[in-house]
């Protein structure tokens, strides 16, 4: 395919043109007299309602699949998107995860192909900056279901373990927000002087460190233990305080500090 010729198009249910060879000769049915003319695809007065349901009642009023149709719309205009919507959440389970989902494996969707995969991926990027901007610049422990928010929107599906750095000014401002190390599925090697080298290059007074777990459960290891216990000794010593180690699951989050763990 080139071009325009991408799955938008190719994926498109094509409008049904009446014919008259449906009748005897001689005849004028509704067929002759509409010859020529293209009926409306059946979708097209669906869309219009379900756009008018979102603008009346908001989103909380559609499930999931009918807010992906309604971003659908826009990605594959000549089509019933309807199928596809439920064929990517009987794939990935909900929404979050359809936007999470890595390009190749949208790809395994009948319907979903090269371009509409990156398009979805744009538009989970914006939903994570715009997570990011509730956050940034402010003080963090105040704003901490937006901080959650936000870090499970950048890594609760992603298919690697990063190891994430939050770094703080002394009024607890959020300064700076990095990912310090990408992994494998199980595992992120972290070093705590690193760590606190960095957190010295920005003037951080406190830090927040976040990472996830891939498998979905965020029970932190034994490993985790270890390594948070490592990096708050070695910060400690230079007047740098961790604040927290938060791991984002697809199941939820565990919070370090809050299971009494350091």
Known sequence: MSGDDDERSFFAEKPAQLSATMHSPGTAG??????????????????????????????????DYELLELLLFRLIPRADTKPVAKALLSRFGILAEVLG???????????????????????????????RSEVHGREILSSWQQLLDYCRSAMAFEAREQFRILFLDKKNTLIADEVQQTGTVDHTPVYPREVVKR???????????????????PTPSRADIEMTKEIIDAAKRLGISVHDHIIIGRKGYSSMKGLLLI
Do not use: C, W
Request: hydrophobic content about 45%; cysteine-free.
């Open 101 to 131: 989902a890595p390009v190749g494996l949208l790809q395994e969707v009948k319907g979903v192909g090269p371009v509409v995969a990156l398009d979805l991926k744009v538009i989970a990027a914006t939903a994570q900056r715009m997570a």
């Open 199 to 217: 957190a010295l290059e920005l003037s951080a007074t406190a830090i927040i460190l976040v990472h996830n777990h891939p498998s979905g459960d």
């Open 30 to 63: 509704p067929a002759a007299k509409t010859k020529g003319i293209e009926e409306k695809p059946h979708y097209l007065g669906h869309r219009d309602r379900l756009r008018e349901r979102f603008a009346s009642a908001g989103p909380d009023a559609l499930p």
